[in-house]
Every structure is written in C-alpha cells, then in structure tokens.
C-alpha cells in the first residue's frame, strides 16, 4: 500500500523560507515523477512543482518565479521542496504527489499521480 508523508509546513514571516520534505513508499511503479501541489481555502488545487525521474526535467507553476527549488533523491525516494522569499500569497495546504508516470517530463495534472500525502500547512504572515 501506497505512503506518502509531508513534513516541514509551519508559520512564517513574509520573506521568509521553509523546506518540505516528502517521503513516498509502497508506491506501485518505481522511477516515477513526484510532484507538489497546494490548495488554498476556497480555491483549486494548484501545481507548485514537479520534478521527473530525471532530476534536470523539473516544472514549476508561474506564480513560483524563481522562489522555488525542488529536489529529490532517488536511492530514498524524497522529493524536497525549498521555498525562499515567502508571500502571504503562498499560504496554503501543500501536498506530495507520487507515482507520476516514468516520462521525460513531469506530468503536471493532478490525475496522473497515483498517491497522495495527507498534506501540511504553509501559513505566511504579513
């Protein structure tokens, strides 16, 4: 059976940083894509980033611009995600996705990943 665990979701100060951590296992398909995505109260879930097998294919939402990194390593299957540069804007639940296919590029629609975190919670100050 399929686990995937977040951790690393807190309250900051705008500008601030955090690093979520997400660990998958029991997945059905080794080698797959993983992915966050977020969702804030009263708004779709949104992709933030996806990251490939290959780590040089990664994928972030526009609004991320350069603030930030996913990361994974493949011999624990983790996927990290490093946010710098936080907005009050970037307060949502942020979820790991796993199981995405074992394509050159990151699928970036929510149904193509086959397991799910529970979530943790991203809340920016002002």
């Known amino acids: 059976q399929a686990q995937v665990a977040e951790s690393g979701g807190d309250l900051v100060q705008a500008g601030g940083s955090l690093r979520l951590s997400c660990t998958a296992s029991?997945?059905?398909?080794?080698?797959?894509?993983m992915a966050w995505f977020r969702q804030a109260p009263g708004k779709n879930r949104e992709l933030v980033a996806c990251?490939?097998?290959?780590?040089?294919?990664?994928y972030y939402g526009d609004f991320v611009k350069g603030r930030f990194t996913i990361s994974r390593d493949n011999t624990k299957n983790t996927v990290s995600l490093q946010m710098n540069s936080l907005k009050p804007e970037d307060t949502a639940t942020y979820y790991c996705?796993?199981?995405?296919?074992?394509?050159?590029?990151?699928?970036?629609?929510?149904?193509?990943?086959?397991?799910w975190g529970q979530g943790t919670q991203v809340t920016v100050s002002a």
């Open positions: 990251i490939s097998w290959s780590p040089d294919s990664a």
């Open positions: 029991g997945l059905t398909h080794d080698d797959t894509a």
């Open positions: 996705a796993a199981d995405g296919g074992s394509f050159h590029l990151c699928p970036r629609a929510m149904d193509s990943y086959l397991a």
